[in-house]
């Protein structure tokens, strides 16, 4: 068995829902990292999970790898046909199935994404929380276990999803959860399935949660002279049980991709983002105790807004890191990377990264949802030049060590 025999007996099922044009080929095989273009064999536009139920059978018939594919978004590669064979490409299959707003869920294809999800929520006075700045696809969101800005309040994918529907490596139609907040009984298969990033079953169904829109939100900037004291204020305004909504570090080449991006005029010091939800009251005294905490680790040009319009450029910004990262290294391609450690360690994760970074001669910039312990740093990186190549993977070894010592 062979991926040409699986080509032939998918074509015999499908017909011309099976596209093998180079032009399609190529745009599965893009990324946004710096891996070479990696087409898969044919791409399939599936249409419901019996369809997608009989393409696997075929392909595990015929031994032929299968990648799931939702926006292409992820800043890792994932989805890249490394083995060949056939991407399911879910973009036909991006429909809202229902919302119950009384149980605050709604059920979803994996083909919609989260922007699209939440504007057809937008009448409800309910809104999907995970917000990982692309717009991702609900079961790329899933299968790669998104987090987030919002996710130290709201939490992550993992948190978010309650029931799956999935097909098995045979082709088998399995439903794990329900639309039950809680279960003690059985195994978790379904938090089993979020996160294993296609390797387990194709996800064909998700139930999430939602949330109630907040009565007022009030976002603002400021700056410090120091990493550690940015970090200092976030692990205090933590520790301090303070329900922050968003709060995101950037460090100062962050900041000068913003400026060189989105021709922003911030300082080209350590900034935090941060953003409150709830009542008019209750935001309100949040942030004067974020203020006084700030203000503890000398804080700077703090600058508050309660427009929606000036909420949505600065986090439109902050969405477009990764692009601003790039933009520091024209010419070059771009590596993403991604830890998370105990709030407790976060200041002496983010310094050693930072130092690392100039020890190696690299242009790395830091931004991260430090609200949850979770930073990345971007790396401008040139695959032809086995040098540069050789010190990002001793970055990148030095801060996955760097995080499990942590």
């Known amino acids: 068995m062979t991926i040409q025999s699986a080509l032939k007996a998918l074509e015999r099922l499908l017909g011309d829902h099976l596209l093998t044009s180079d032009a399609v080929c190529a745009q599965h095989g893009e990324n946004e990292t710096y891996y070479p273009n990696t087409p898969p064999d044919a791409v399939i536009f599936p249409e419901n999970t019996e369809e ?20 292409g978004t992820s800043l890792e590669a994932q989805h890249l046909p490394v083995q060949g064979g056939v991407t399911l490409d879910f973009a036909n299959m991006n429909k809202v199935l229902e919302v119950r707003d009384e149980d605050l869920t ?55 999803v309650l029931a799956l ?60 002279d120091s990493i550690e004291d940015a970090v ?19 460090d100062d080449v962050m900041v000068r991709g913003f400026n060189t991006y989105s021709k922003s005029d911030l300082p080209e010091k350590p900034h935090l983002f941060v953003e409150f939800h709830g009542s008019t009251a209750a935001v309100a005294e949040q942030a004067e ?18 427009k929606t319009e000036e909420r949505t450029a600065l986090w439109a910004m902050r969405h477009k890191a990764h692009y601003a990262s790039w933009s520091l290294n024209p010419g070059k391609k771009f590596l993403a990377t991604d830890v998370c450690v105990p709030i407790s360690k976060l200041a002496a994760a983010v310094v050693e990264a930072k130092e690392d970074s100039l020890r190696l001669g690299l242009t790395s910039t830091i931004v991260g949802h430090v609200g949850d312990g979770n930073f990345h740093c971007g790396v401008g990186i040139d695959p032809e030049d086995a040098d540069e190549l050789a010190r990002v993977e001793e970055f990148t070894d030095n801060l996955c060590k760097l995080a499990l010592r942590l």
């Not at 997608?52 to 926006?71: D, F, R, T, W």
């Not at 200092?232 to 950037?250: D, F, H, K």
């Not at 905490?293 to 309660?306: G, V, Y």
Request: charged share 15%.
């Open 106 to 160: 709604a059920v979803v294809q994996p083909g919609l994404t989260r922007e699209e999800l939440n504007t057809y929520l937008r009448d409800t006075g309910l809104f999907f929380s995970v917000d990982p700045g692309a717009n991702a696809s609900m079961g790329g969101m899933a299968a790669t276990r998104a987090s987030g800005t919002t996710a130290v309040r709201y939490g992550t994918m993992s948190d978010n």
């Open 232 to 250: 200092n204020t976030v692990i205090l305004t933590i520790q301090s049980g303070i329900p922050m909504a968003r709060i995101e570090l950037l």
């Open 289 to 306: 105790s974020f203020g006084d905490i700030a203000a503890e680790f000398s804080a700077e040009a703090f600058s508050w807004t309660t």
């Open 52 to 71: 997608v139920s009989q393409i696997v059978k075929l392909c595990n018939l015929h031994a032929c790898p299968i990648v799931a594919y939702g926006a």
């Open 165 to 224: 529907e999935a097909v098995m490596a045979d082709g088998t139609i399995v439903r794990t959860g329900t639309g039950a907040r809680k279960s003690a009984s059985g195994y978790d298969l379904t938090h089993l399935l979020i996160g294993s990033e296609g390797t387990l079953g194709i996800i064909t169904e998700l139930t999430v949660k939602l949330h109630g829109q907040p009565e007022a939100i009030s976002a603002a900037t400021c700056r410090f």
